[in-house]
């Protein structure tokens, strides 16, 4: 092989890897409503460091009864998961999932 063609691979390849890497883009905080309150530092936590966010309930659902597309991946994962739970978007794609924080630091190092 000549120069040219590991030059040609290894800009491929850094290309496919540094685009796999996805940043969040939206938060959704899912929880029972039931004898549970989202700490408030969560969304402001969130809004410092550009995450739009939404705090659901994991019942949520549209007029004709159907949970909403924008956010049936998240409260699926969060579900999962267990609630209360943070769940962090690119777009419709779940990145991660993690339960909610007992204090903003410990928010503000799990979205690094």
Same mark, same amino acid.
């Given at each position: 092989?000549?120069? $040219? !063609?590991?030059? +040609? *691979? ?12 996805? =940043?969040?883009?939206? #938060? ?22 550009? $995450? !739009?966010?939404? +705090? *659901? ?12 597309? =924008?956010?049936?991946? #998240? ?23 993690? !339960? ?13």
């Amino acid at each position: 092989m000549k120069l $040219i !063609d590991y030059f +040609v *691979i290894i800009c491929v390849l850094l290309f496919v890897f540094s685009s796999s890497v996805q =940043s969040p883009d939206r #938060a959704v905080v899912v929880y029972e409503s039931e004898g549970y309150t989202v700490p408030p530092f969560v969304q402001s936590v969130l809004r410092d460091s550009g $995450i !739009d966010s939404i +705090v *659901i309930d994991q019942d949520v659902v549209t007029g004709d009864g159907k949970t909403p597309e =924008s956010v049936a991946a #998240a409260i699926a994962a969060a579900q999962k998961n267990g609630l209360p739970a943070i769940v962090l978007l690119n777009g419709l794609k779940v990145l991660t999932v993690f !339960d909610v924080p007992a204090t903003a630091e410990q928010l503000q190092e799990a979205i690094k």
